[in-house]
């Protein structure tokens, strides 16, 4: 029986008598005559017409948590989201006014589906920092941010029940993307150095003997969200070399790539190969997520595709973000405000990983990232961070629960904690109540351990067996443990 088959008596019961302690009287009856209050006021009438898409959508964890994260007593170490008031914001809001009162009809006007030409010429000069030296402004497609990028990569590449392989854990907002696509997302491990070349042949071997088809690798191999870790030198080649003999294409995305805090930029996969590789960049974290403006770039054939896809969608993207952010680039010095964004970054950065040193109990273990946001926290042994998360908002902590990053329900033993937008000294604080926390759970874990509750057992994650029907990639959960706290 569907949701919403409706059998009527849930809509008259309430209607038929008075709530208990309510004295008879006048008007006392007046709600017998109103109009039928459903019992279920939630039921939703439309349930049975929704495109099968729809049905495993689900609420992001980070978007879970929004209404708590804004409590003014909550430190949150959950959102990933970027410190805008170290911009110069006199200076950009008189650019933008600038290019209202002087260019309104450019830039209040519909532009190109492909994007600004001058924005593209510049985006060139931006990825040349990374290696990308051979692009041209025709490859590069301006998106409403790279999650724009990722949605048209997938809508161009993808049919249901084709296979995309992603680092585990993966960024949220590309899990979304693809499950909305219905395709299936297998995961493969990474450790320190990112994502383990060994696995990944592993995973296109089973999927070639399951005849699955394989449309690309999803990756972020720079500074990664959640896990925090890069993708070393070596293994670059070594995941080119690999693409090479499976023909697997890549789809690297790449918003923190500029974000490095003690080192150059490290060359982008695309730099290695312009015909296997699509690239997504983004100006989010490098000037205004508000603006939302990103960009990919990709072969000519495929670059037709997108532009086609984002006319249907978008028709074209904002024009006077584009403009503000091609003027930006031309007069503003964006890459000291990137170095002081990275300085930034780093203070904080050292403030999470030096009170995690000295606060964290025995059996807790997490990354450290070279730059960027995140880092990416395993629990002691037998601890569940969604189990534990109303304890952490309790005592006025906010984090995002492991299992947002997995398409398979695991990551229950880690969360991500971002140290991007808290002052140090409330990633000091933050980072002292999640330890009491976790104290406070271990404790309550020893003492309920021999009581077969089910509550605070570590919740044994099914180990996945690469069928058709289950194909989540192997599990993740020991790749991490190594050299830490
Ligand atoms: C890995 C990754 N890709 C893409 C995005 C989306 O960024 P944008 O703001 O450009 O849409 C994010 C945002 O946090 C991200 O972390």
Same mark, same amino acid.
């Given at each position: 029986m569907s949701d919403n088959s409706l059998d009527p008596a849930p809509y008259t019961r309430r209607v038929a008598t008075l709530p208990p302690g309510?004295?008879?009287?006048?008007?006392?009856?007046?709600?017998?005559?109103?109009?039928?209050?459903?019992?279920?006021?939630?039921?939703?009438?439309?349930?049975?017409? #929704?495109?099968?898409?729809?049905?495993?959508?689900?609420?992001?964890?980070?978007?879970?948590?929004?209404?708590?994260?804004?409590?003014?007593e909550v430190v949150s170490l959950a959102g990933g989201m970027p410190a805008v008031t170290a911009l110069p914001l006199d200076a950009v809001g008189s650019m933008i006014g600038?290019?209202?009162?002087?260019?309104?009809?450019?830039?209040?006007? #519909?532009?190109?589906?492909?994007?600004?030409?001058?924005?593209?010429?510049?985006?060139?000069?931006?990825?040349?920092?990374?290696?990308?030296?051979?692009?041209?402004?025709?490859?590069v497609v301006v998106t409403v941010g790279s999650q724009q990028g990722l949605d048209l990569v997938t809508r161009v590449f993808c049919d249901p029940g084709d296979v995309v392989l992603a680092e585990g854990p993966s960024y949220v907002g590309a899990l979304g993307v693809f499950q909305s696509s219905e395709a299936r997302v297998r995961h493969v491990p990474m450790d320190d150095d990112g994502l383990i070349p060994e696995a990944l042949e592993q995973a296109l071997l089973e999927c070639r003997a399951n005849g699955d088809r394989v449309k690309f690798l999803y990756t972020v191999?720079? #500074?990664?969200?959640?896990?925090?870790?890069?993708?070393?030198?070596?293994?670059?080649?070594?995941i080119m070399a690999i693409a090479d003999r499976y023909d697997l294409l890549i789809v690297e995305d790449n918003p923190y790539g500029l974000l490095g805090f003690d080192r150059e930029p490290m060359r982008a996969l695309r730099a290695r190969?312009?015909?296997?590789?699509?690239?997504?960049?983004?100006?989010?974290?490098?000037?205004?997520?508000?603006?939302?403006?990103?960009?990919?770039?990709?072969?000519?054939?495929?670059?037709?595709?997108?532009?086609?896809?984002?006319?249907?969608q978008v028709l074209c993207p904002p024009s006077l973000t584009q403009y503000a952010v091609a003027? #930006?680039?031309?007069?503003?010095?964006?890459?000291?405000?990137?170095k002081l964004f990275t300085e930034l970054y780093r203070e904080r950065r050292d403030a999470c990983l030096e009170s995690l040193e000295a606060m964290m109990p025995a059996?807790?273990?997490?990354?450290?990232?070279?730059?960027?946001?995140y880092v990416w926290l395993k629990l002691p042994h037998g601890l569940d961070s969604k189990l534990m998360q109303p304890r952490a908002v309790n005592a006025h902590v906010a984090y995002v629960p492991g299992i947002g990053f997995y398409a398979d329900g695991g990551g229950r033993e880690y969360m991500r904690l971002s140290y991007c937008y808290p002052e140090p000294d409330q990633i000091r604080e933050g980072v002292r109540r999640l330890a009491r926390v976790i104290e406070a759970e271990l404790d309550l874990h020893s003492t309920f351990d021999s009581v077969d509750t089910g509550t605070f057992r570590a919740v044994p994650r099914a180990v996945p067996n690469h069928t058709a029907e289950n194909l989540v990639g192997p599990a993740n959960s020991d790749h991490f443990e190594d050299g830490r706290a």
């Amino acid at each position: 029986m569907s949701d919403n088959s409706l059998d009527p008596a849930p809509y008259t019961r309430r209607v038929a008598t008075l709530p208990p302690g309510v004295p008879p009287g006048p008007g006392a009856n007046a709600h017998l005559h109103s109009p039928v209050v459903p019992r279920h006021p939630r039921l939703d009438p439309l349930a049975d017409r #929704y495109a099968a898409r729809t049905h495993g959508m689900k609420t992001s964890e980070i978007r879970a948590l929004f209404s708590v994260v804004s409590r003014p007593e909550v430190v949150s170490l959950a959102g990933g989201m970027p410190a805008v008031t170290a911009l110069p914001l006199d200076a950009v809001g008189s650019m933008i006014g600038d290019l209202v009162s002087g260019m309104g009809a450019q830039t209040l006007q #519909y532009g190109s589906g492909q994007g600004d030409p001058r924005l593209r010429e510049r985006i060139c000069d931006v990825m040349a920092l990374e290696g990308i030296t051979d692009a041209s402004p025709s490859e590069v497609v301006v998106t409403v941010g790279s999650q724009q990028g990722l949605d048209l990569v997938t809508r161009v590449f993808c049919d249901p029940g084709d296979v995309v392989l992603a680092e585990g854990p993966s960024y949220v907002g590309a899990l979304g993307v693809f499950q909305s696509s219905e395709a299936r997302v297998r995961h493969v491990p990474m450790d320190d150095d990112g994502l383990i070349p060994e696995a990944l042949e592993q995973a296109l071997l089973e999927c070639r003997a399951n005849g699955d088809r394989v449309k690309f690798l999803y990756t972020v191999p720079n #500074y990664h969200n959640p896990a925090g870790v890069t993708l070393s030198e070596p293994r670059r080649e070594q995941i080119m070399a690999i693409a090479d003999r499976y023909d697997l294409l890549i789809v690297e995305d790449n918003p923190y790539g500029l974000l490095g805090f003690d080192r150059e930029p490290m060359r982008a996969l695309r730099a290695r190969n312009s015909q296997r590789v699509v690239y997504l960049g983004s100006f989010s974290k490098t000037f205004s997520p508000g603006l939302r403006v990103g960009w990919v770039l990709a072969p000519l054939a495929v670059r037709e595709k997108l532009v086609l896809a984002t006319e249907a969608q978008v028709l074209c993207p904002p024009s006077l973000t584009q403009y503000a952010v091609a003027r #930006y680039l031309d007069t503003q010095p964006w890459r000291e405000q990137i170095k002081l964004f990275t300085e930034l970054y780093r203070e904080r950065r050292d403030a999470c990983l030096e009170s995690l040193e000295a606060m964290m109990p025995a059996g807790t273990t997490w990354t450290r990232p070279e730059g960027g946001f995140y880092v990416w926290l395993k629990l002691p042994h037998g601890l569940d961070s969604k189990l534990m998360q109303p304890r952490a908002v309790n005592a006025h902590v906010a984090y995002v629960p492991g299992i947002g990053f997995y398409a398979d329900g695991g990551g229950r033993e880690y969360m991500r904690l971002s140290y991007c937008y808290p002052e140090p000294d409330q990633i000091r604080e933050g980072v002292r109540r999640l330890a009491r926390v976790i104290e406070a759970e271990l404790d309550l874990h020893s003492t309920f351990d021999s009581v077969d509750t089910g509550t605070f057992r570590a919740v044994p994650r099914a180990v996945p067996n690469h069928t058709a029907e289950n194909l989540v990639g192997p599990a993740n959960s020991d790749h991490f443990e190594d050299g830490r706290a």
